[in-house]
């Protein structure tokens, strides 16, 4: 007995050829996707303010900006913090733009390890 595949499945090297072409264009715009968001810059600010922090797409730092303020000699430990929540919020906010946007390429297919 012979197994027979529904319509449209097991259509041989054309249906093949066709996934391939789409493959790559998806490739193709997740490439063109990436090198755009490496290319923004975001600009986040933590303690009300007092801290802002910009970094690239490529989550590098690019300035940190400390209003005078915010610096108290005998609270190193908050300026600290107030550092730190603003570099993590920036990351936050590359990764949540660079899922968004690759979302509408791979029409939200999960694909680990690509951003």
């Known amino acids: 007995m012979k197994a027979r ?3 449209g499945y ?3 090297s054309s249906d093949m050829n066709s996934m391939i072409k789409q ?3 998806m490739q193709e715009a ?3 996707v990436q090198a755009e968001l490496d290319e923004r810059e975001y600009t986040v600010t ?3 303010g007092m801290v802002e922090v910009q970094i ?3 989550r590098e730092i690019k300035q940190i900006h400390i209003k005078p303020e915010a610096v108290d000699p005998d609270d190193i430990e ?3 913090d107030l550092i730190v929540a603003g570099v993590n919020e920036a990351i936050r906010k590359v990764d949540e733009t660079a899922e968004q ?3 509408k390429v791979t029409g939200g297919l999960n694909m680990p390890g690509l951003i």
């Open 78 to 80: 908050m300026l600290q």
């Open 56 to 58: 690239t797409g490529k």
């Open 30 to 32: 997740i490439g063109k």
């Open 5 to 7: 595949l529904p319509k």
């Open 10 to 12: 097991g259509g041989g």
């Open 101 to 103: 946007e690759m979302g």
């Open 46 to 48: 933590s303690g009300g």
């Open 23 to 25: 493959a790559q264009k």
